[in-house]
């Protein structure tokens, strides 16, 4: 039971092979296969006693047969996952099937690398394309997660790292106005959390290209269900996956998706030809944000359904949108599939739910303000006897928070007003409780003012 380094090297590029067929033969199928068999085929299911659910690999670390095999997994001369911090069979199941689906009809090679959570994976991203120069910086819109606005805003400043923030729905000459020879990247969020803005992002990754650097898209609220960045252009998404992708709530988790040769001219070829691969071998061994294996299959399980579960939630919320609008206490209603939202039009063209064409859909996260001023819009957030009260969304139960006194708290009234989150502004995301009932728990609410 041991071998020279050439054996190994034979071994590893058969099971290499055996998985490249795997990545082939479920390439040709649709979305929702994809989804629910990712790359674990009957032969992979061979390998793991036959268990037709991927198998949970909790184990730390993998036993080697001798020094010469450990000696090449190590040194990454073969496929191996040696350690748990850096590579795991259950990650990759996940993480194989998150690259083909974000990667869907988009004739691209992509490849994934999954994080503690989205926040790992925004970091990671951002401090590996902000590595080179000490006074780089990068364009945001001016919308993005309270997080994220937090972690531009604070801690990459606090590495000398400036973030210059543009209005989502910007003219791209505004965005452009901000590029200068220190810019590594274009960084935005569609739609955005909690506004609901959305971004052109065939004209921004076209920009970005025109100066030599990538577009990186967090692409949690649509899902790949409903929207691929990569067929505009981008260049990177990322995902937390603890919003719908996960529903149910019982995993913190993110992930970085790439397409082969990023545009990143600041770049060594090393880390632009396979970027997310060199996310999750170097930096992110380094910096040990890794996804617990539970996790990872927590995540796997849902995601087989992400397609009929997105169609579901996004029909409930346009019923919801439909009565917020004709409610005489709600000043106005921010959805991108109501025919009121500014960029309607533009939202038709991104969201469309995968494999039905001709259907838009446009997620459940929707926004409105309320007739009146902060006390009134706590005072419906307090009355939801069935919407949970939580900073949280992408939920199977619906959720609702005031983003002014919660997630966008921090950001105080400069950075509200520069985000556009007014002090009246109620966030819901609506679950998959019955449409009536969702719609019932708000009436109440809203007329208690
Ligand atoms: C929640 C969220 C994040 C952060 O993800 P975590 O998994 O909570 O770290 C990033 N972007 C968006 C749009 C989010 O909704």
Redesign the pocket.
Known sequence: MSGDFEFYKNEADEISKCKADALTSIKQKRFDTIATHGTYNLAEAMRNNGSIIEPVYMSTAQVFRDSNELEAALSYQIPSWSYSRINNPSIYYLESTLALLEGYQCNLETSCCVT???????VTVVDALLADNIDANFISSSQ??G??FQQFSVRQKQKSHNVRWVYPSAPIEEWEAQIDGNTRFIYI?TP??PSLALCDISALAALAHQYGIPLVV?S??ATPALLRPFAFGADIV??????TITASGVS???AIISKKDITANFLTREETADFATYLKLLPNRDNGACLSPLQAFLTLSELRTIRTRINHLSQTTEKVVGFLELHANVEKVYYPGSTQHEQHDLAKSLFKLVDAPNINRYGHLVSFTIKGGLNETKQILSSFNLIFRATD??RIKSVATIPAISTHQQQGDKGRDLAGIPNNLIRLCAGAEHPQDIIDDLEQALNVV
Request: hydrophobic residues 35%; proline residues 0%; charged residues 10%.
């Open positions: 503690a959570s989205g926040m790992s994976a925004i993005v997660y997080g994220s969020e955005t959390n967090d949690t609220l990322i995902h937390s996956l603890s919003k913190i988790g993110g969304l992408g």
